[in-house]
């Protein structure tokens, strides 16, 4: 920044006059206690610039966190309106907080529920993994209405009863 000139002297050539203790009516023709009272007011409004540019430069920050706020309300509604499935109207009827609070509990169950799918997922492979070898066996042959056991072997019932679970029937014959 340069310095601001009054008349021909800088602010520190004119506070240098009045301290050398040279006569400000030399340099100027002023009386050296109104010089003194204008280097003040010129010191006073310097320091006031720089404040109104430090303001400024506040301002647009706030205004920019001001958009970053709006545009973070903006994100979080469209969160809740995809946690609640209703496009914003539950926010819009139960306020922000209790959209917030609902939507964690909401992803609570369905976390919960995945969970449970997880294992039941989990346990039909087991199952599945089961019936395929049994069914890799000689003792069972296919027949025209499904699986018959040809030998009596001492596992037989428990073959018969996981044939038939894989049928859907509750128990053996």
């Not at 601001?4 to 800088?10: A, E, H, L, Q, V």
């Not at 966190?65 to 819009?92: C, F, K, N, P, T």
């Not at 909401?106 to 395929?132: C, G, I, P, S, Y």
């Not at 073959?159 to 859907?168: E, I, K, N, W």
């Amino acid at each position: 920044m340069t310095a601001k000139t009054y008349g021909d002297y800088t602010l520190e050539q004119l506070e240098d006059t009045i301290g050398d203790g040279r006569s400000s009516a030399v340099v100027l023709g002023w009386p050296t206690g109104l010089m003194r009272d204008l280097v003040a007011a010129a010191r006073r409004l310097e320091e006031l610039e720089e404040k109104v540019a430090s303001v400024g430069a506040y301002e647009n920050m706030i205004h920019c966190r001001e958009q970053r706020i709006s545009e973070l309300e903006h994100h979080l509604g469209e969160l809740l309106a995809v946690m609640h499935r209703d496009g914003g109207h539950y926010q819009s009827k139960h306020g922000t907080d209790k959209a917030v609070a609902d939507a964690m509990t909401v992803r609570h169950e369905m976390v919960r529920k995945m969970d449970q799918l997880e294992h039941e997922n989990a346990e039909l492979r087991e199952d599945k993994a089961r019936l395929d070898w049994i069914a890799s066996w000689d003792v069972l042959k296919p027949q025209k209405d499904g699986l018959r056991f040809v030998c009596g072997t001492t596992r037989a019932p428990e073959l018969r009863q996981a044939v038939d679970v894989a049928r859907g029937k509750e128990g053996g014959r």
